[in-house]
């Protein structure tokens, strides 16, 4: 984001207040190293039993998560091997609702998601499916996440086939029936109708903001648990 008058405007009182409180609580919150998407679990989220294979040739494919605001869920992503691009957009919603203004609402229907694209012989789709219930989302956290509240920050998995439903499918039941998670994961499963990217000021956000006291609480802790988790998988942009 540039510091032009329409981008500071564009950013929701919501947002405005949790950067707000985020200041406040800043020093606490660094010294207990909070992570939101970690909170929940009662130890390391397993790999799913259930995965498509690893490609024997180079390849492109496309995923479309949502797991609270696009800042985060993008810059984790963009931090993992084998993904090519990461792109914030807003999913769930028709295309004449796809604005920053009116997604935030929360009535349109739309969720805050990202489109990744990876290469299958690098990284499976199972595979971004661990690092986003370990690192990217709190699943078990309903309409919001963290300090962002509204249907636009639920958890959902828009799949783009059979076989990406199978294992988002599969995988979220194997992690119930382990109990990894101290509550019942509310991460929705849906067929992906379109994606609209957002504007171009949402783009790379936490690359190009890291001292915003939200990317700082809220999102730099969530690429260093990536760093720390998935240490074979992490790559510096």
């Known amino acids: 984001m540039n510091n032009s008058s ?77 993904v090519t691009s990461a792109t914030s957009g807003y999913s769930g919603g028709s295309a004449k609702t796809a604005q920053y203004e009116t997604v935030s609402d929360g009535n349109t229907g739309h969720a805050e998601s990202v ?21 990217a989302t709190d699943p078990t956290e309903l309409n919001r996440q963290g300090p962002d509240t509204g249907t636009q920050y639920r958890s959902v998995i828009f799949y783009a086939n059979d076989e990406q439903k199978r294992i988002a499918e599969s995988y979220i039941a194997q992690l119930g029936q382990a109990k990894v998670f101290s509550r019942r994961i509310v991460t929705q499963v849906v067929p992906l109708k379109a994606f609209y990217p957002a504007e171009d000021y949402h783009q790379n956000y936490a690359t190009l903001h890291p001292d915003n006291p939200y990317i700082a609480m809220n999102d730099a802790p969530k690429v260093e648990h990536l760093r720390e988790e998935f240490p074979a998988m992490y790559k510096e942009k």
């Open 6 to 82: 329409q981008e500071l405007t564009a950013i929701k009182p919501s947002r405005i207040k949790a950067t707000v409180g985020v200041i406040l609580i800043a020093l606490f919150a660094l010294g207990l190293g909070w992570r939101w998407a970690s909170a929940a679990t009662h130890g390391s989220v397993p790999s799913p039993i259930i995965d498509s294979a690893v490609a024997s040739q180079p390849g492109q494919e496309t995923v479309v998560l949502a797991g609270g605001c696009f800042w985060g869920v993008q810059t984790v992503f963009q931090h993992v091997k084998g």
């Open 115 to 135: 489109k990744i694209t990876f290469d299958p012989s690098q990284v499976t789709y199972g595979q971004l499916l661990h690092v986003f219930f370990s690192v």
